[in-house]
């Protein structure tokens, strides 16, 4: 029972897709809708029920469902496993899944290929679900690949547009790029212990009397798997460029799901990076690098949605700081409150272009407050949760982070707050610039104005209603139900930071920080009333970092034109030669029988000639030698 | 040297002119016409052995028949005026060289096998007149004689299939 | 009744036969006009003909007789059948030249 069970967590939204691939287009959009968020919604209920059952019993529940690969020493098989760590990425997963299919409904309502809209998302929902709760890493690798497939498929959703399809191109290319090296991590780590199983690996790496070199060359590949698919630098690219996608896409896949199956895997695989601290370090450095570089872009960005983007890579980075330390109970914390309010602000942002019928410039919007208060109430919840401001959750992840890091790096610490202040910077920015002051648009614009539908709003506080609150699971004070419910997985002893002065003023300085933040921003853009230079005005660094430091043009002249060269040259110089060599070939057979053929000129003389010579050969051969 | 070996001697060297002659000459008619005397020559030889009948066969079936037949066709081809093409010079040479070569190789061999066994033997009784003959053919090779009569019936058939004019257009 | 070969002997039979036959073979490869080629032909059969007659007689049996009664037959029909297709390769082609029946070619 139990069994069926799980599999219906795994399928329901499997079969969404698969009704809504052959049935959608003709049952039509209510049909549609209604099928990809149920499917969704059944996963979330069941996964409901199973974490309260494993929250209760503390223990995981495997199913094994047959055995895949069977070679000498070496075996895998296809299992499910439901412990605290995969629950708690099902329950947001398919929790906040539900909620964006809901909004989707209404979002998407005047798309012709609705129903392909659902179908994509429900095969995302899918290919998360199989990464998260597979027992072995080629599992998850298998959902890895196939939520990539799906960020292309979603991305490069309105495909009449070539730059989207350019956008979706460049997602999955440097996702794959990522997925090489996860790949050969994968490699290594079954070479190493002929298996893959996570309960089998775990065994024996902490067993002990294991090739540290070798693990870490191991584990530095699968975090270049995480870098390309978390969007770290400098695989992170994509991830602006895929805000070409409609904003559910962007807020499902690339701020709440998608984007934290990097954080996912190295959680998971917790043990291996616990034994390579050369590792750590690296993946606690690039986090911080990435969080400052990506604030500091996002300072500068007019689109509202890459505003988001830059700010989910950059909340990536904090939480691989987080990870670098060790400290994975604090990284899944702000994995979770970060899903809840960078979600509800996609959605937001979702909503205002859907009222300004797709136009996305900030320096084209302005005074919407008053036309939008549900948007704009649940936006400013999900902003002040993400500057860090108490008693929102935002607030407690991120102190937990800036904790962790003053306590093992100072410079990292710095780096971090650095880019904390920012963010609070440049939320508020968004904020003022979109909801304050006057309204900038065209007077056509102005007209249409209005309200996002219920079905658009609901999500939206409900999302808000969470990064309110979500900070109950993992307060400082008084145990952590969120470190309890994850120790069993972790084998680091994990001493609760003990609250002294040094926590207390450091709680300060983060919300102090955030203040300033927040007042720089209010001093600019609304008291001043500043607004954001035309493109053609911009001028000095601002230029610079407004074109994201030139680092797309940069990958371009420095990989992309020089594998388009060598392509180019392959197939203007060598597979002509080959096809001339397969040519020299044939011709040669050609003249070998033409030579062969001169035989037979049909010539009677020549024939007859040729029987008296064979002849006298003949007799000579049989009577005379 | 006896008589016959003379005879012997004439008759050959008269086969083996006509023999030549017929190749060499340029005339066609002139061809056939030494041809002609080349099988009654060797009729020649065949009384010789005293195979009366077999002499008499070769002049009605080979120089009557046979070489008529030829000389229709060169007749009817009007062949008269030769102006036959060489074969090239090359082809010329070769065919001396096989020539020479063949009839080396076969010499060669016959003599070689030494033929001669001593003495002829005589058997002292009739082993080639017409009477003997006609019992051996009709009593060991009664088969091959039928078909042979079979043979020339579809021989017939085909020449006249094969000569037969085709229907004119006009 | 005796032996003519007593006075000749074989090996000048044999002598003479295959020489016939080589003029006969020369004549096959020499000649370009098919109806010289044909009578080189009947040139060779004649020879092994005597050739028969020669060895029936040394052996002082018939049989080599009735092969060369069967060997007439047969060179019988086929110059009949021979000149028949010569005869209808000149009306084809208008000439008896074998270096134009060339169709074979390839």
Known sequence: MEKNLVLIVLLAPFIGFLGNVFFGKKAGKGFAGAL????????????????????????????????????????LDIGIVLDQLSLLWLLFVTGIGSLIHLYSISYMHEDENM????????????????????????????????????????????????????????????????????????FILGS?????????????????????????????????????????????????????????????????TMVTAGIFMIT??????????????????????????????????????????????????????????????????????????????????????????????????????????????????????ISGIPPFSGFFSKDEILLTAFHANIPLWIIASLASIMTAFYMFRLMYLTFYRDFRGTEEQKHHLHESP??????????????????????????????????????????????????????????????????????KFLKGGAVPKEDHEMTGLAKTIYHKYYVDEGYMALIVKPINGLARFFRDTLEPALSQLVFILGSLANGLGNLGARVQNGSIGLYLFAFVIGFSVLFIYLFLA | MSTVLLIFYILSAFTLATAFLTIYSKNPIHSAIYLVLCMVSIMGHY?????????????????????????FTIMLMNLNKEDEVHKPRMTRYAAVIIFILLCGVLT????????????????GQDFQSIKVLGKVLLNEYMVPFEFVSILLLTAMLGVVLLSKKEKSTR | MENILNHIGIENYLFLSVILFCIGVFGVLYRRNAIIVFMSIEIMLNAVNLL????????????????VFFSMAVAAAEVAVGLAILVAIFRNIGSIDIANLKNLKG
Not at chain 1, 55 to 69: C, E, H, R, S, Y
Not at chain 1, 490 to 501: A, I, K, P, Q, V
Not at chain 2, 108 to 123: C, L, N, Q, R, S
Request: with cysteine; glycine share 8%.
């Open chain 1, 454 to 523: 219920s079905l658009m709003t609901l999500p939206l506080i409900v999302l808000a209603i969470l990064s309110l609150v979500g900070g109950v699971i993992s307060l400082p004070f008084g145990g952590s139900w969120l470190n309890h419910y994850l120790a069993p997985l972790f084998s680091g002893s994990h001493t609760e930071h003990h609250l002294g002065t040094t926590e207390y003023i450091l709680m300060a300085v983060a919300v102090a920080g955030g203040l300033i933040g927040i007042g720089m921003a209010y001093a």
């Open chain 3, 52 to 67: 028969f007659v020669a060895f029936s007689t040394y052996h002082q049996d018939a049989e080599g007789q009735v092969f």
């Open chain 1, 268 to 385: 998971r695989l917790n043990f291996i990076f616990d034994l390579t601290p050369l590792v750590q370090n690296i993946i606690a450095i690039v986090g911080a690098v990435t969080a400052l570089v990506a604030a500091s872009i996002g300072l500068f960005q007019n689109d509202i949605k890459k505003v988001l983007a830059y700010s989910t890579v950059s909340q990536l980075g904090l939480m691989f700081l987080a990870l670098g330390f060790g400290a994975y109970n604090v990284a899944v914390f702000h994995v979770i409150t970060h899903a809840f309010f960078k979600a509800c602000l996609f959605l937001g942002s979702g909503s205002v272009i859907h009222a300004m019928h797709h136009e996305q410039d900030m320096r084209r919007m302005g005074g919407l407050r008053k036309i939008m208060p549900i948007t704009f109430a649940t936006m400013m919840i999900a902003t002040l949760a």
């Open chain 1, 115 to 186: 129903h392909k809209f659902f179908s994509y998302l429900n095969l995302f929902v899918f290919f998360m679900i199989t990464l998260v709760v597979g027992s072995n890493i080629l599992i998850m690798f298998i959902g890895w690949e196939g939520v990539g497939l799906c960020s292309y498929l979603l991305i490069g959703f309105w495909y009449k547009n070539q730059d989207y399809n350019d956008a979706a191109k460049k997602a999955f290319i440097m996702n794959r790029i990522g997925d090489l090296g996860f790949l050969i991590g994968i």
């Open chain 2, 108 to 123: 060669y061999v016959f003599v070689d096998t030494k033929p001669i066994m001593g003495e002829y033997d005589v058997t």
């Open chain 1, 36 to 75: 990809g968020t149920v499917a969704v919604a059944i996963s979330f209920a069941l996964s409901v029920y199973f974490f309260l059952q494993v929250n209760q019993t503390g223990k995981p529940i495997a199913v094994t469902l047959f055995d895949w690969i069977t070679v000498s020493n070496f075996k």
């Open chain 1, 192 to 256: 190493m212990f002929s298996t893959l199983d996570y309960a089998q690996l775990k065994a024996a790496i902490t067993a002990g009397n294991v090739d540290t070199a070798k693990l870490t060359v191991a584990a530095l590949c699968l975090f270049i798997g995480a870098m390309g698919k978390s969007a770290q630098l400098p695989l992170y690219t994509w991830l602006p460029d895929a805000m070409a996608g409609p904003t559910p896409v962007s807020a499902l896949i690339h701020a709440a």
């Open chain 2, 47 to 71: 009384l010789l052995f005293n195979a009366q009948f077999l002499a008499l066969v070769q002049l009605i079936v080979y120089a009557g028949a046979i070489m008529v037949l030829f000389l």
